[in-house]
C-alpha cells in the first residue's frame, strides 16, 4: 500500500520562508502524479490551494507556490503570515487511486 | 457560482448503512469527477473513492471495496456515496469534491458530512 509522508510538523517566523514537502514511498514524485496542496484550519473544510503540482487556484495568494523539489512535492510559502497558521496536506494521484499525507502543522511563530 | 451541498448529519448503528448525497450547481455536472473523501478526528483525510459523473465509472479505496457504492443521477446534478455494515471506524467527516475530469484539478467541494457510527 503506497504512503505519502510529510514532515508531521515544521515552525516559521513571520515574514520568513518554509517549503513542505511530500513524499511517495513507492518513489519519486513526478508531474504526473498531479500533486494538489490543502490548506486546512481548526473546524473547518481543507481548502485547495495547488493543483497539478504547481498552479494556484484563482482564490490563492501569490506567495503559495508548488513545485517538485528532490523526487518529492513541495510547497513553498513566502513572507509567511500569522494566518497562513494551518494544517498542510498534500494528495498524490498514484493511478487509479489518489493518497493523502498525514500532513503538516505549520505553527507561525 | 459553484456549490457542492451534502445531506445532514448522520447518526447510526453498528452494521448499518448510510447515504449521504452531494449536489452540485453552478456547471455541468458532467464534467467532472465527484470524489468522496473522509476525515476522522484528528486524523488525515482519507480518499476513499469516485465516480466520473458522466459515464458512471467508479474507483474505490481497496479498505473499502465490498461496503462502498457510488452513484450519481445525472438529472439531478446529484452523486451518492454509500457505506454499509458501518463499523466504530467509519465515524468521521465525510466530503464530497470535484475534480475536472481526468485532470487532476481539484476545486470545490461539499461542507462535510458527520457520519457517527455508535451503539
Known amino acids: 500500500q503506497t504512503v505519502v509522508t510529510q514532515e508531521p510538523s515544521l515552525t516559521v517566523s513571520p515574514g520568513g520562508t518554509v517549503t513542505l514537502t511530500c513524499a511517495f514511498s513507492t518513489g519519486a514524485v513526478t508531474n504526473i502524479h498531479w500533486a494538489n496542496w490543502f490548506q486546512q484550519k481548526p473546524g473547518q473544510v481543507p481548502m485547495p490551494l495547488i493543483h497539478?503540482?504547481?498552479n494556484r487556484h484563482s482564490w490563492t495568494p501569490a506567495r503559495f507556490s508548488g513545485s517538485l523539489l528532490g523526487g518529492k512535492a513541495a510547497l513553498t510559502l513566502s513572507n509567511v503570515q500569522p494566518e497562513d497558521e494551518a494544517e498542510y496536506y498534500c494528495?498524490?494521484?498514484?493511478?487509479?487511486?489518489?493518497?493523502f499525507g498525514g500532513g503538516t502543522k505549520l505553527t507561525v511563530l | 457560482q459553484v456549490h457542492l451541498v451534502q445531506s445532514g448529519t448522520e447518526v447510526k448503528k453498528p452494521g448499518a448503512s448510510v447515504q449521504i448525497s452531494c449536489k452540485a450547481s453552478?456547471?455541468?455536472?458532467?464534467?467532472?469527477?465527484i470524489h468522496w473523501v473522509r476525515q476522522a478526528p484528528g486524523r488525515r483525510p482519507e480518499w476513499i473513492g469516485w465516480i466520473n459523473a458522466d459515464n458512471g465509472d467508479t474507483q474505490y479505496c481497496p479498505s473499502l471495496q465490498g461496503r462502498l457504492t457510488i452513484t450519481r443521477d445525472t438529472s439531478a446534478s446529484t452523486a451518492y456515496m454509500d457505506l454499509s455494515s458501518l463499523r466504530y471506524e467509519d465515524t468521521a467527516v465525510y466530503f464530497c469534491a470535484r475534480e475536472l475530469f481526468a485532470s487532476g484539478i481539484f476545486d470545490y467541494g461539499g461542507q462535510g458530512t458527520l457520519v457517527t457510527v455508535s451503539s
Open positions: 494528495l498524490l494521484h498514484d493511478p487509479p487511486l489518489w493518497v
Open positions: 497539478t503540482t504547481n
Open positions: 453552478g456547471d455541468i455536472f458532467t464534467k467532472y469527477g
